[in-house]
């Protein structure tokens, strides 16, 4: 109950902040500005309400030394919340006569009942989705095969908060040290579990209004650049179901071998080509998996829809070619602010998203820096990327010790030929005509669709060209967000074909129809079949379990401190994790790819692990500051057996399993 009253806070008094950042009373023409205000409203009304409950909790833990932060954290915030909002709504009503939460007209009421239908099917598949792959019944959580993997750091941070004191933050498989990967989303479902909710509850909830919330505003972004209906729901198709030659090449492969019937039907893994394609990279697993990904490039599409206003200013101008360039560059209507407080306000929650996901911060940065390239009002670009940029870094200082980010030029992504022709081959494999097609398409528009387009594509370009972590393939993230707003400008191109021009014989218009269904079957049956694969590939038997009543993990959490530091085999997702302790290292790839050095860590816990030296055991151990060991039978450690002598006879055994599986010892008095 009170992590429903926590959500209801938030979106009130994201509610009253959206209005000032998007103009209250403003509206586009044919536009229904609620599923501008509902996205938005959750969007800022959590961001604001979660920094502050986190900013308190850390201040009464760190400062106060509490015990319970959270405690105090949530009691301050919500109730601060709400106090805030009695206040806005008595100064309303005694300005206005009279006050409303929600006061937002309809432009289109008949297309409102359409739309009110299109979100709620929406809405109920996400939730059904989020909870097939994420759900825990009688006591058992169940993750599906080709998520957990992404979960298991998620619900590591999400316990280190809900049943344990993580303040200040450290990063739950390399404890110890400071917090390098964006934590917030995962501190948002921790507390919503402190509150009393249900872990899987509150993933998932937060994660069906995130995604719902984006789809919404991308929904509404289509529909202000093209102003059809039938493109903003094609978009939404596209989303889901990716292009990619992956399909055609799978089925006429085992065409010719003769068994394609019982591959598709007995298949369970993603299928692609390219550099760890089967991964699915691509698909709509990334958004299952990285649940906070959504919450991000919500924040990204609201900004994009608010400086639409400058674009558009900026693109109505009649110069033509090299004059109107030079009018948007060298001229003061070029660079004079339009709406500084706008852009103050919308850098500042862009900034406040560093946290929550760093890549669609980065991204959504990028594309709008296309948009200033063709749009009037710079001024307000650069004051809101410094804003952005000031409180991402403030961010950064706090929570990392040392850079945030140490980026390098790296061309070519995971082209196997880095060369522009390999780049071109590998983009074609891996997304058929999708990207390609739109160099021909550009052609085709006017000066406005033309800059969105070409803006949207800088974070493509970014992904080929810079590295920003040891791990390139999280450069993926970039090219899935210009690939979320590029399916606007196909689904234009469909929905054109499809109705085709006045003027057009009965046959011309049948042809069009025709090539907009082998248009559609081509950009989505890749797509449609890695679904498919994401019903079978994490149905029954096919889910790693973890008994959520465990006495480990009781064990754990009542008897390990804040600051304690357990040393395990590297564990990915499983009782211990789920108690939220500080894992010394765990599974490897999730630090690693944040940016820690786990080849030090591992070197030093194979030692640990494997001496008969006592004294080098004990002097790894205080150097190393390991509080707790943990023996389980028959454990190996970068592929080394496990040893329990030594430990033993340094150490006190303070918990053993009943089944005699797993030893604890403490290593200090």
């Not at 082998?518 to 790693?544: A, C, E, H, M, Q």
Request: one cysteine or more; glycine letters at 8%; aromatic letters at 16%.
């Amino acid at each position: 109950m009170l992590g429903i009253i926590y959500l209801l806070l938030a979106g009130m008094l994201g509610c009253e902040a959206s209005k000032m950042l998007t103009g209250e009373g403003k509206s586009v023409s044919g536009i229904n500005r609620i599923w501008l205000m509902l996205p938005a409203s959750f969007g800022v009304g959590t961001l604001l309400l979660t920094w502050m409950v986190y900013i308190i909790s850390w201040f009464f833990s760190v400062v106060g030394k509490a015990e319970n932060p959270l405690l105090y954290g949530n009691i301050i915030g919500m109730t601060g919340a709400a106090v805030i909002m009695i206040l806005l709504s008595v100064q309303k009503y005694r300005k206005q006569g009279s006050y409303r939460i929600w006061n937002i007209e309809t432009q289109d009421k008949r297309r409102l009942k359409k739309e009110i239908l299109l979100f709620g099917l929406l809405t109920v598949f996400i939730t059904y989705m989020m909870f097939y792959v994420f759900y825990i019944k009688d006591g058992i959580l169940y993750s599906g095969l080709t998520v957990y993997g992404d979960y298991a750091p998620h619900t590591a941070m999400m316990r280190s908060f809900s049943a344990g004191n993580n303040f200040p933050t450290q990063y739950p498989h390399y404890g110890g040290a400071d917090v390098k990967y964006h934590f917030m989303f995962q501190f948002l479902t921790g507390n919503l579990e402190y509150l009393g909710m249900r872990m899987d509850f509150a993933y998932n909830i937060v994660s069906t209004l995130s995604l719902v919330g984006f789809l919404m505003l991308l929904y509404q972004l289509a529909l202000r650049i093209t102003g059809k209906m039938c493109c903003g729901v094609l978009a939404l198709f596209l989303f889901f179901f990716r292009s990619g030659m992956a399909f055609f090449r799978f089925a006429w492969e085992h065409i010719q071998a003769g068994n394609l019937v019982e591959t598709l039907e007995e298949n369970t893994s993603f299928i692609g080509y390219t550099v760890n394609e089967n991964w699915g990279l691509w698909n709509f697993n990334v958004y299952l998996n990285q649940r906070h990904l959504a919450f991000g490039l919500l924040m990204v599409t609201l900004a994009l829809y608010l400086f639409m206003d400058w674009l558009e200013a900026g693109t109505a101008h009649e110069e033509k070619g090299i004059l109107w360039i030079k009018n948007r560059i060298f001229s003061k209507e070029g660079w004079k602010s339009r709406n500084l407080d706008q852009a103050l306000l919308m850098g500042m929650f862009l900034g406040l998203c560093a946290f929550w996901n760093g890549a669609a911060v980065i991204g959504g940065l990028l594309i709008l820096c296309g948009f200033a390239i063709f749009s009037d009002g710079k001024v307000d670009y650069a004051v809101m990327a410094g804003v952005s940029i000031f409180f991402s870094w403030l961010q950064s200082k706090i929570f990392i010790v040392g850079s945030a980010m140490s980026s390098q030029i790296y061309l070519g992504f995971l082209a196997e030929d880095k060369t522009v022709p390999g780049v071109v081959k590998y983009l074609f494999w891996m997304s058929g005509v999708f990207f390609l097609g739109l160099v021909l398409m550009v052609w085709f528009m006017r000066r406005r669709e033309r800059a969105i387009l070409v803006s949207f594509l800088f974070p493509v370009i970014f992904a080929f060209v810079l590295l920003m972590t040891p791990d390139i393939n999280v450069n993926h993230k970039y090219i899935m967000i210009s690939y979320a707003f590029l399916t606007i400008f196909w689904a234009w191109a469909v929905c054109s074909l499809w109705k085709g021009r006045n003027g057009q014989s009965g046959i011309q218009k049948t042809m069009g129809k025709i090539l907009a269904i082998v248009l559609v079957i081509s950009l989505s049956v890749t797509g449609i079949y890695d679904f498919v694969v994401i019903i079978k590939g994490n149905g029954p038997g096919r889910r790693v379990t973890v008994n959520m009543n465990s006495e480990l993990t009781q064990w754990l959490e009542e008897n390990l401190e804040k600051n304690d530091l357990l040393l395990t085999p590297e564990y990915s997702m499983n009782e211990v994790t789920m108690s939220g302790a500080m894992l010394y290292c765990g599974w490897p790839y999730y630090a690693w790819s944040a940016g820690y050095d786990t080849n030090y860590r591992a070197a030093q816990a194979v030692t640990i692990y494997t001496t008969s030296d006592s004294e080098t055991l004990k002097k790894t151990v205080q150097q190393e500051k390991i509080t707790y060991i943990l023996f389980e039978e028959g454990s190996e450690f970068e592929q080394q057996e496990c040893r329990e002598e030594t430990i033993a006879a340094a150490y006190e055994k303070v918990y053993e399993t009943q089944d005699g599986r797993i030893r604890i010892y403490k290593t200090t008095e």
